[in-house]
């Protein structure tokens, strides 16, 4: 096959593996993901009688907040959530049946994007273009051939106990979601996977409708590249691209926090108006005040800057819908009055919230 390749800036000077480490971990906990795994595994542990709510506990975040549109999670997190699951479920091919339960609709945004598109080979490309926004754990390539198109897929971290999992479902919701588009006849040529491990044959070969391969030198799934022209039904010739301009429009780029001021967001966001203490939030995080304050600390944080910049933003959003007079925008944040708010937003931006809504 001729594989496509991307140019990748080295630098001259090479960190310490210490400080390569460091810095690995701490990409691990950023809050960056979109939890589309997340929810889609814990629709899976549900229909199997468990309670996801349980599955939870301690993670930073809840199984209400998975309801909220702007929730991103960390690698580490989503990785804890996974081993849970795969100790309570104890399946070979538990990240099959997440990856299977999928449609573009689970894809968010993005997603519904995506059946806008002609072709399938448009929408694969658009899809390739927004893995992050899509909440890919793995870092994926389109590769091209004579004859041949595959996807193929890359752990981002050393995490053997789960990796399986995680090629198991990639594959799994992309296969879904393609025969969500195309029809289910979609299927591909073969399906290659690193892992040794084979329990899940059958149902893989099941799933997929192919050979199936263990122990091979990458994680490939391989389909005619005849699909690539496979025009998608919905595809309206005047309307959608005016649809997917419009979604584009909502797609907001997370802002990588650290996963526990992520959560502590989330929560502080949910309650805006009643402006928790910082005595609430530790208890909730399963932490001391004291080590609060000092995780963070090492985010450069106070609770009182935790605190404004989730107003703030939570202000921004409501001043955007125009039918919120200033004094709603107000109470919605716990504030007594318009004038009381007013100097608050003029502190955070420099601006009064007129102005604001003006620019927007």
């Known amino acids: 096959?001729?594989?496509?390749?991307?140019?990748?800036?080295?630098?001259?000077?090479?960190?310490?593996?210490?400080?390569?480490?460091?810095?690995?971990?701490?990409?691990?906990?950023?809050?960056?993901?979109?939890?589309?795994?997340?929810?889609?595994?814990?629709?899976?542990?549900?229909?199997?009688?468990?309670?996801?709510?349980?599955?939870?506990?301690?993670?930073?975040?809840?199984?209400?907040?998975?309801?909220?549109?702007?929730l991103r999670l960390s690698y580490q997190q989503t990785c804890r959530l996974i081993s849970r699951a795969q100790a309570l479920l104890d399946d070979p091919a538990l990240g099959l049946s997440t990856g299977a339960c999928q449609s573009p609709?689970?894809?968010?945004?993005?997603?519904?994007?995506?059946?806008?598109?002609?072709?399938?080979?448009?929408?694969?490309?658009?899809g390739m273009a927004r893995q992050n926004d899509l909440g890919a754990l793995l870092d994926f390539e389109f590769v091209m051939g004579r004859g041949e198109m595959s996807f193929a897929v890359a752990p981002r971290y050393?995490?053997?106990?789960?990796?399986?999992?995680?090629?198991?479902?990639?594959?799994?919701?992309?296969?879904?979601?393609?025969?969500?588009?195309?029809?289910?006849?979609?299927?591909?040529?073969?399906?290659?996977?690193?892992?040794?491990?084979?329990?899940?044959?059958?149902?893989?070969?099941?799933y997929?409708?192919?050979?199936?391969?263990?122990?091979?030198?990458?994680?490939?799934?391989?389909?005619?590249?005849?699909w690539l022209t496979q025009r998608l039904p919905g595809h309206d010739p005047i309307i959608s691209d005016i649809v997917r301009a419009q979604l584009e429009t909502?797609?907001?780029?997370?802002?990588?926090?650290?996963?526990?001021?992520?959560?502590?967001?989330?929560?502080?966001?949910?309650?805006?108006?009643?402006r928790p203490h910082l005595s609430e939030l530790a208890l909730r995080a399963n932490l001391s005040e004291r080590t609060l304050r000092r995780r963070l600390g090492a985010q450069s944080m106070t609770y009182r800057q935790l605190?404004?910049?989730?107003?703030?933003?939570?202000?921004?959003?409501?001043?955007?819908?125009?039918?919120?007079k200033i004094v709603d925008v107000a109470m919605e944040l716990g504030y007594s009055d318009g004038q009381a708010f007013r100097r608050a937003f003029k502190r955070w931006s420099g601006r009064l919230p007129t102005a604001f809504r003006k620019a927007v």
């Open 1 to 70: 096959m001729r594989r496509r390749t991307f140019p990748i800036n080295v630098s001259k000077s090479q960190p310490s593996p210490a400080a390569a480490v460091t810095r690995a971990q701490s990409q691990r906990n950023l809050a960056t993901i979109t939890p589309t795994l997340a929810r889609a595994l814990l629709v899976v542990v549900k229909a199997r009688g468990h309670s996801p709510q349980r599955q939870c506990r301690g993670l930073g975040f809840s199984y209400a907040d998975l309801y909220d549109a702007n």
């Open 105 to 126: 609709v689970s894809w968010g945004l993005p997603g519904l994007a995506m059946l806008t598109c002609e072709t399938y080979g448009e929408a694969v490309a658009y």
């Open 158 to 206: 050393f995490d053997p106990d789960i990796q399986l999992f995680l090629v198991q479902e990639a594959f799994a919701s992309v296969l879904s979601v393609s025969r969500y588009m195309v029809g289910p006849e979609f299927a591909p040529l073969r399906v290659e996977f690193v892992s040794r491990d084979s329990r899940a044959k059958q149902q893989c070969a099941r």
């Open 208 to 226: 997929f409708c192919c050979p199936v391969r263990f122990g091979a030198s990458g994680n490939r799934m391989v389909f005619d590249s005849r």
């Open 250 to 274: 909502l797609m907001l780029s997370s802002s990588g926090r650290d996963d526990l001021v992520e959560s502590l967001s989330q929560q502080m966001r949910s309650r805006a108006d009643k």
């Open 307 to 324: 605190r404004d910049r989730v107003l703030y933003e939570t202000a921004c959003e409501l001043l955007a819908n125009p039918a919120l």
